[in-house]
């Protein structure tokens, strides 16, 4: 794809920033976006960084386990997640049987040799450096002269073989953390085995309608109702964009005020968020791309990509922070565009708004204590049951089997309404809890209050005690996403004469419009 041109302005390039754990299939090439810039910016691809990081996808070089070498000068990672390598190597039968369930590429095996060569190796430079330090120590006397060259000898030999040492020690680290942070989350013992067919329906709501006449997709409806544009939209952006026209710019404009107001009122913070963020916070928020092709766009020439959920952002709002207990729990709620590359993504099943470039969404998020999680993975599934079933829509709640689930998710619910147009169920809406996946890597702690604290964990200060920190737990969920929920409204409130009935719980913020009619 060619560059636009731009006269004095400058241009951005979109790519497809690439997964950093390996993969059983290389990517295609990468394809790009070039947009309009405001100042000069000449981009490229995201740089790379090898370290292998359970997040978005390209084949990267790894070290054999027949090897048994550790790569010479390995790239220091950009950031290290806190990850329990004890615990890890405490219970390597479950942590393998959670990679093969969820056909992670994780190489446990080297994980663990890594670690053990990582224990021997930092045991011998703390030898050593006792070592240096008792020669130190002997030279602060008086001393013969050919006492003295012997020590200095002694202690220059120390140090030359120390600093060999600590470089090794260096490398295997940074090793370490690349291989380890492959490894995905952990799994609710209840969670479902399996590929995505072996999903457990954990409830189904209202029934489908029964209409009296032939049905139309959201697509006729959208033409027939001058509600949106993809001719124009491909000319202008590429496939997969859109214009929303007339009543449909005011039914999106509702969906979110809607979302937003609902879900406030239940104790969440309405946020903005940026669109842009860093590359490293996205990693840290654990995303993986499913199949061979990433979902990300990465701006070139910078560490920053375009945002595919809020998700990311809030995740990332109280990075490297200690919260209070008292704090917690802290909830969200965030509106955003959302940009997602969608690859590998054809055929009518994803035909109209059902996938799409770009998005609006509306996004909960939760920090908590670990002991809570649990309790608010389902406070957010009751919210978005209540929220669709107000809107009247036929769905069904799941929970996701294994094989469907990222690396952060420790457990997964789904929501899929009936779209009648399209004659099935689609995935509206997602509620995951990550547990302290995201929060390890995000550095994202809490202090337990003074009142909780036991004689054994009390640490004394100046007339005051603390527990040691512990990290939170994060969940998030979907409230509404704009171009699903079109699709629902549309295809499941059409009336025979072609216009289509507004839900009553929008019509408020749609200033009492109740029905969108032919022009």
């Given at each position: 794809?060619?560059?636009?041109?731009?006269?004095?302005?400058?241009?951005?390039?979109?790519?497809?920033?690439?997964?950093?754990?390996?993969?059983?299939?290389?990517?295609?090439?990468?394809?790009?976006?070039?947009?309009?810039?405001?100042?000069?910016?000449?981009?490229?691809?995201?740089?790379?960084?090898?370290?292998?990081?359970?997040?978005?996808?390209?084949?990267?070089?790894?070290?054999?386990?027949?090897?048994q070498e550790v790569r010479k000068v390995p790239v220091k990672p950009q950031w290290k997640a806190a990850i329990d390598f004890k615990w890890i190597r405490d219970n390597k039968d479950v942590v393998a049987a959670n990679i093969?369930?969820?056909?992670?590429?994780?190489?446990?095996?080297?994980?663990?040799?890594?670690?053990?060569?990582?224990?021997?190796?930092?045991?011998?430079?703390?030898?050593?450096?006792?070592?240096?330090?008792?020669?130190?120590?002997?030279?602060?006397?008086?001393?013969?002269?050919?006492?003295?060259?012997?020590?200095?000898?002694?202690?220059?030999?120390?140090?030359?073989?120390?600093?060999?040492?600590?470089?090794?020690?260096?490398?295997?680290?940074?090793?370490?953390?690349?291989?380890?942070?492959?490894?995905?989350?952990?799994?609710?013992?209840?969670?479902?085995?399996?590929?995505?067919?072996?999903?457990?329906?954990?409830?189904?709501?209202?029934?489908?309608?029964?209409?009296?006449?032939?049905?139309?997709?959201?697509?006729?409806?959208?033409?027939?109702?001058?509600?949106?544009?993809?001719?124009?939209?491909?000319?202008?952006?590429?496939?997969?964009?859109?214009?929303?026209?007339?009543?449909?710019?005011?039914?999106?404009?509702?969906?979110?005020?809607?979302?937003?107001?609902?879900?406030?009122?239940?104790?969440?913070?309405?946020?903005?968020?940026?669109?842009?963020?860093?590359?490293?916070?996205?990693?840290?928020?654990?995303?993986?791309?499913?199949?061979?092709?990433?979902?990300?766009?990465?701006?070139?020439?910078?560490?920053?990509?375009?945002?595919?959920?809020?998700?990311?952002?809030?995740?990332g709002i109280h990075m490297d922070s200690i919260l209070l207990e008292s704090g917690l729990p802290r909830k969200y709620v965030a509106y955003s565009h959302c940009f997602r590359t969608e690859a590998g993504a054809a055929g009518?099943?994803?035909?109209?708004?059902?996938?799409?470039?770009?998005?609006?969404?509306?996004?909960?998020?939760?920090?908590?204590?670990?002991?809570?999680?649990?309790?608010?993975?389902?406070?957010?599934?009751?919210?978005?049951?209540?929220?669709?079933?107000?809107?009247?829509?036929?769905?069904?709640?799941?929970?996701?089997?294994?094989?469907?689930?990222?690396?952060?998710?420790?457990?997964?619910?789904?929501?899929?309404?009936?779209?009648?147009?399209?004659?099935?169920?689609?995935?509206?809406?997602?509620?995951?809890?990550?547990?302290?996946?995201?929060?390890?890597?995000?550095?994202?702690?809490?202090?337990?209050?003074?009142?909780?604290?036991?004689?054994?964990?009390?640490?004394?200060?100046?007339?005051?005690?603390?527990?040691?920190?512990?990290?939170?737990?994060?969940?998030?969920?979907?409230?509404?996403?704009?171009?699903?929920?079109?699709?629902?409204?549309?295809?499941?409130?059409?009336?025979?004469?072609?216009?289509?009935?507004?839900?009553?719980?929008?019509?408020?913020?749609?200033?009492?419009?109740?029905?969108?009619?032919?022009?």
């Open positions: 794809m060619g560059m636009v041109p731009s006269g004095r302005f400058g241009t951005v390039t979109l790519s497809r920033a690439p997964s950093l754990c390996r993969s059983s299939c290389l990517l295609p090439p990468l394809e790009t976006l070039t947009l309009a810039s405001p100042r000069r910016c000449m981009l490229r691809r995201s740089p790379l960084h090898p370290i292998l990081r359970a997040f978005s996808a390209a084949s990267v070089p790894t070290i054999s386990p027949a090897s093969k369930n969820r056909k992670s590429s994780a190489n446990l095996e080297l994980v663990l040799e890594l670690y053990e060569k990582f224990l021997s190796l930092q045991k011998e430079v703390e030898r050593l450096r006792a070592e240096r330090n008792i020669v130190a120590n002997k030279m602060k006397g008086k001393l013969e002269p050919s006492v003295r060259q012997t020590l200095v000898e002694e202690g220059k030999s120390l140090k030359e073989g120390l600093v060999a040492l600590e470089e090794d020690l260096i490398q295997i680290t940074d090793t370490l953390q690349q291989e380890a942070q492959c490894i995905p989350n952990t799994m609710h013992p209840d969670v479902p085995v399996g590929g995505e067919d072996s999903s457990v329906v954990r409830k189904m709501v209202g029934s489908q309608k029964d209409f009296k006449f032939a049905v139309k997709d959201h697509l006729q409806l959208g033409k027939e109702l001058n509600l949106f544009d993809f001719d124009a939209a491909a000319e202008v952006s590429g496939s997969k964009f859109y214009y929303l026209k007339n009543e449909a710019v005011l039914l999106e404009m509702a969906l979110v005020n809607w979302a937003i107001t609902e879900v406030s009122r239940k104790g969440f913070i309405p946020l903005i968020t940026p669109e842009i963020v860093r590359s490293s916070v996205v990693e840290k928020c654990g995303f993986q791309p499913r199949g061979e092709n990433t979902q990300v766009y990465s701006i070139e020439d910078s560490d920053q990509c375009l945002i595919g959920t809020a998700e990311i952002p809030v995740g009518t099943a994803t035909r109209g708004l059902y996938r799409v470039h770009q998005f609006s969404k509306v996004e909960m998020f939760i920090f908590c204590r670990p002991e809570d999680s649990d309790m608010y993975h389902e406070e957010l599934i009751a919210i978005e049951e209540d929220l669709f079933t107000s809107l009247g829509l036929h769905f069904k709640i799941l929970d996701m089997a294994t094989g469907d689930l990222g690396a952060p998710a420790y457990r997964k619910f789904d929501v899929e309404a009936w779209m009648p147009g399209l004659g099935r169920y689609g995935e509206i809406s997602s509620a995951s809890n990550c547990t302290d996946y995201q929060s390890r890597r995000l550095g994202i702690r809490y202090r337990p209050s003074v009142s909780d604290l036991s004689p054994t964990n009390a640490k004394k200060g100046k007339g005051s005690s603390s527990a040691p920190t512990q990290f939170v737990h994060t969940l998030n969920a979907t409230a509404c996403a704009v171009p699903r929920m079109l699709v629902c409204l549309l295809e499941n409130f059409q009336q025979e004469d072609g216009s289509v009935v507004i839900p009553e719980p929008l019509r408020p913020f749609m200033g009492g419009l109740q029905v969108i009619s032919r022009k």
